[in-house]
């Protein structure tokens, strides 16, 4: 049941991100230094749309979380860019390469040898104060090197480095929605209030979400969803292993194949977000036509 719920999660993130593109594509640049350029992003009904359709997907995810593990969980939102290339096809008339077909279906074939073989087995809700400070330490430096690269690149290259480091970030508050949900059923509202947890998990959201904007109104989704579909998993599954004890099921082999079946899947996405490199850039922010039908 949650594994279900987390495709739902994807789906609607991918529709987010889709139709807050469409509203971007309206607006002259964005910029995390130029406060007006977020506000005027606020004013675009299409964008709204996709911010609503973002936060549905975040409800989603966080019951699958609380029913389900980390480390199987975020990995199924890799399918996000699945979703999201027929979407764009259709909303913002971005063109659907062969490469970023054939990295669809190498994706979910990944998926679905990593769901069959391995089986998380449980591991803890939460992890010592300190552990944490470490993980977000670390994955806020990775975050911050890949926003300083983003603000140097242009075209899909940065649509990519921007949506690395939205992924870093989605993954770190997505670890970090888990203890808080579990504090929440344990202990109830006013327990999740005085918690750390829940507000680095919102600061963590917060911050992926204003930067996933700028990624975005590049116009290059297909670059933009990729990276933040394989970097928002890899984080989850780092701390989900080592800090909340998660493992996939004996024997060995099962693991080893459904760790190569996730790094499948991963590899899937890289060719997706690759599949636009070699495109000729027209700008950093318009959309390639689709072709007439």
């Not at 027929?86 to 909303?91: E, I």
């Not at 010592?128 to 990775?142: D, H, L, M, R």
């Not at 959201?205 to 990276?227: C, E, K, M, P, Y």
């Amino acid at each position: 049941m949650a594994e279900v719920l987390a495709l739902v999660a994807a789906f609607f993130f991918a529709l987010a991100a889709t139709l807050q593109q469409k509203g971007a594509l309206g607006t002259g640049e964005v910029s995390l230094g130029s406060p007006s350029s977020l506000v005027n992003l606020a004013k675009q009904t299409w964008w709204l749309f996709g911010t609503l359709a973002l936060l549905v997907g975040y409800a989603f995810q966080a019951v699958a979380l609380a029913n389900g593990r980390l480390a199987v969980i975020q990995p199924l939102l890799v399918t996000t860019i699945v979703f999201a290339l027929p979407l764009g096809y259709l909303l913002t008339s971005q063109v659907v390469h062969r490469r970023e077909i054939l990295g669809a279906v190498v994706v979910v074939f990944g998926l679905a040898v990593f769901m069959v073989v391995g089986d998380a087995a449980d591991g803890v809700d939460n992890a010592p104060a300190s552990e944490w400070a470490i993980a977000v330490a670390v994955f806020s430096a990775i975050a911050v090197v890949l926003l300083v690269l983003g603000g140097r690149g242009t075209g899909p290259r940065k649509a990519a480095l921007y949506g690395a480091c939205a992924g870093v970030l989605y993954g770190l508050s997505a670890s970090l929605c888990k203890p808080t949900v579990e504090i929440y059923g344990d202990s109830g509202l006013a327990a999740v209030l005085e918690s750390w947890e829940f507000y680095a998990f919102a600061v963590a959201g917060i911050l992926a979400f204003l930067v996933q904007q700028v990624s975005l109104s590049t116009g290059n989704l297909a670059a933009s969803v990729a990276t933040v579909s394989v970097c928002n998993p890899l984080v989850s599954i780092v701390i989900g292993t080592l800090l909340l004890d998660e493992r996939l099921a004996e024997p060995t082999w099962h693991k080893l194949i459904a760790y190569c079946g996730l790094a499948l899947a991963l590899g899937g996405a890289v060719v997706i977000s690759l599949a636009t490199e070699g495109v000729k850039e027209q700008g950093d922010r318009a959309p390639v036509p689709a072709p007439a039908t």
